[in-house]
C-alpha cells in the first residue's frame, strides 16, 4: 500500500482554548511517539467488502481500489493485491461506495459517485469577493460550511437580537449554486458573544440556548441540509487527543452539566424534523483517547434516542492538531459508522508549516483519509477547510506554527490552480 507515516507527531497544539481567534492560551502537546504500521486491506478472497485495518506486511496491499463484481451480484470495491477479489457483501459488512468512472471535477466525482458523497468547502464572505475563488468554490464543492459567518458572535451578537447578513450572503449563494449547507455552528464554547459567556444558573443558560437554536434553525430552515448542533464539547490533556479526555468546561456545560448536549439535538430536532442534526470534533480522527471518548458519548445517546444523525471528524491534520494516517482513519469511521451513524470529515486540511508534516506524507494524507471515507458508504461528505492556500486560518492561527508563511494546506494555489493535493484527492475520489 501507498505507505503512510503513520507516527503520531503529537505536535505542539492549541485547540484546549478552541481554535478561534480568541487569542487562547496554548499549550504544547504532550510528546507520545506511537507508531505503527498498518495497511488497509478490504474484501480480499471473497471475504466482503468489510475492510479490515491489518497489520501490513511490506505495504503490499494496496489502497488503489478496483471495482470487481461481487459473487453474490454486488457490485463491490475491493482493494488488495490482484484485485480478482469480488466482494460479497461480507459478513453483516455493506458494499463499498463505487466510485465514478471519471470527472473533471471533484464535485463531479462526488455526484456520480454511488452512493454519491457531498464535496464540501469552508465559504468566507471575504472569499466571495472573488471571482475565481467563487469559481473554484462552486465548480469543485456541493457543500458549504460557513466559516465562521454563522457562529453565534456573528449571528446573535446582542442577547434576542440576530443579524443574518453576512450568513444569509454565504447561504444564498449556495443555495443558487445548488450547493447543499451545513449550518456550522449552534452551541460551542468558542466565538461567544460576551453576554452569552456570561450567562449563569441552569435557566439562564437553557433559555439562552433554545432561543438561540430556535431563531437560528427557524431562519435558515429549507436552506440547510445539516446542523453541526454540538462542536467541541470534549476536551483532553495535550489536545491531541491524548490524555484524560472528558466534558470541556464551557457556559453550556458549567451550567447544565451533560444534559446541554441532549438537550440541544431535542431542541434542535423540535426546530426541524428532517435536517441532519450532527455532533462535530477535532483529534477525534484516528484511534486515540479523545475518539474513544466521543465514541462512548454519541453511543450513549444513540441508546438514549437522543436524535443525533452523525459525527463530524474535524480533520485538521498537522500543527495545531494531530496527524493520523489512512487506516487508523479508516477504523475509526467504521466504528462510529457501526453505530448507525453517518460520518463525515468536516474540516479537512494538512498544514506543511514548521516541516511536523513533510510535502510527500501530506500527499499520502490528502489521498488515504479521503479513500478512507470514500469507501465507507456511511461517510457522507469531505469538506475542506477552505479553498486556497493564502486564506487558509492556520497561517494566521498562532498554534499552527505558520509565522506569516502559508501553510500550503490546501487543494489550490493563490492563483487558484489545482495543487498535487487535488490530484491526490481526485485519485481517492476515482477509487485510484
Ligand atoms: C476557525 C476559522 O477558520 C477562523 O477564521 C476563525 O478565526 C476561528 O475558527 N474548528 C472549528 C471551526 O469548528 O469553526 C474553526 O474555524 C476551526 C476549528
Known amino acids: 500500500m501507498r505507505s503512510v507515516p503513520l507516527t503520531l507527531l ?20 504532550g510528546a507520545g511517539a506511537t507508531s505503527s504500521t498498518a495497511g488497509t486491506t478490504a474484501g480480499t478472497g471473497g471475504a466482503g467488502v468489510t475492510s479490515s485495518v491489518a497489520s501490513g506486511t511490506g505495504g503490499a496491499t494496496g489502497v488503489t481500489s478496483s471495482v470487481a463484481s461481487g459473487t453474490g451480484g454486488a457490485t463491490a470495491v475491493t482493494s488488495g493485491t490482484g484485485g480478482a477479489g469480488g466482494g460479497t457483501g461480507g459478513a453483516g459488512g455493506e458494499e463499498a461506495r463505487v466510485p465514478a468512472a471519471s470527472a473533471s471535477t471533484l464535485r463531479e466525482a462526488g455526484e456520480k459517485a454511488n452512493p454519491p458523497i457531498l464535496i464540501g468547502a469552508a465559504i468566507s464572505g471575504g472569499g466571495l469577493n472573488n471571482n475565481d475563488y467563487k469559481r473554484v468554490a462552486a465548480a469543485e464543492h456541493n457543500y458549504v460550511t460557513a466559516e465562521n459567518e454563522m457562529k453565534w458572535d456573528s449571528v446573535e451578537p446582542n442577547a434576542g437580537q440576530f443579524s443574518w447578513g453576512a450568513a444569509d450572503n454565504i447561504v444564498n449563494w449556495a443555495v443558487s449554486n445548488r450547493m447543499q449547507v451545513k449550518g456550522h455552528t449552534l452551541v460551542w464554547h468558542n466565538q461567544l458573544p460576551g453576554w452569552a459567556n456570561s450567562l449563569s444558573g441552569a435557566t439562564q443558560v437553557e433559555q439562552a440556548m433554545r432561543r438561540h437554536i430556535e431563531g437560528v434553525m427557524g431562519h435558515f430552515k429549507d436552506r440547510i441540509h445539516s446542523w453541526d448542533v454540538v462542536n467541541e464539547a470534549v476536551i483532553t490533556d ?6 484524560n479526555p472528558r466534558m470541556r468546561p464551557s457556559v453550556f456545560f458549567n451550567a447544565l452539566g451533560d444534559r446541554f448536549l441532549d438537550l440541544a439535538f431535542e431542541i434542535a430536532r423540535e426546530q426541524d ?7 462535530n470534533d477535532y483529534s477525534i ?23 443525533i444523525d452523525g459525527v463530524g471528524f474535524q480533520m485538521h491534520i498537522g500543527p495545531p492538531n494531530n496527524e493520523a494516517g489512512g487506516a487508523d482513519v479508516e477504523a475509526n469511521l467504521r466504528r462510529f459508522s457501526e453505530l448507525g451513524l453517518e460520518v463525515l470529515i468536516s474540516e479537512m486540511d494538512i498544514n506543511r508549516c514548521s516541516n511536523q508534516v513533510t510535502a510527500e ?15 465507507l458508504p456511511k461517510c457522507v461528505g469531505i469538506t475542506f477547510w477552505g479553498i486556497n492556500d493564502g486564506r487558509s486560518w492556520l497561517n494566521s492561527w498562532s498554534g499552527a506554527l505558520c509565522n506569516g508563511q502559508s501553510s500550503q494546506s490546501l487543494l489550490f494555489n493563490d492563483q487558484y490552480q489545482k495543487k498535487e493535493t487535488y490530484n491526490k484527492v481526485m485519485d481517492a475520489l476515482l477509487g485510484r
Open 238 to 243: 495535550s489536545d491531541t487527543g491524548v490524555g
Open 273 to 279: 424534523p428532517t435536517a441532519k442534526l450532527y455532533y
Open 285 to 307: 480522527d484516528a484511534l486515540n483517547d479523545k475518539a474513544d471518548y466521543v465514541y462512548e458519548m454519541v453511543k450513549g445517546m444513540v441508546e438514549r434516542g437522543v436524535p
Open 10 to 29: 503529537l505536535s505542539a497544539f492549541l485547540c484546549a482554548t478552541g481554535c478561534s481567534d480568541s487569542g487562547g492560551e496554548g499549550e504544547t502537546g
Open 361 to 375: 506524507e501530506q500527499l499520502a494524507y490528502y489521498h488515504d483519509i479521503v479513500a478512507a471515507c470514500f469507501q
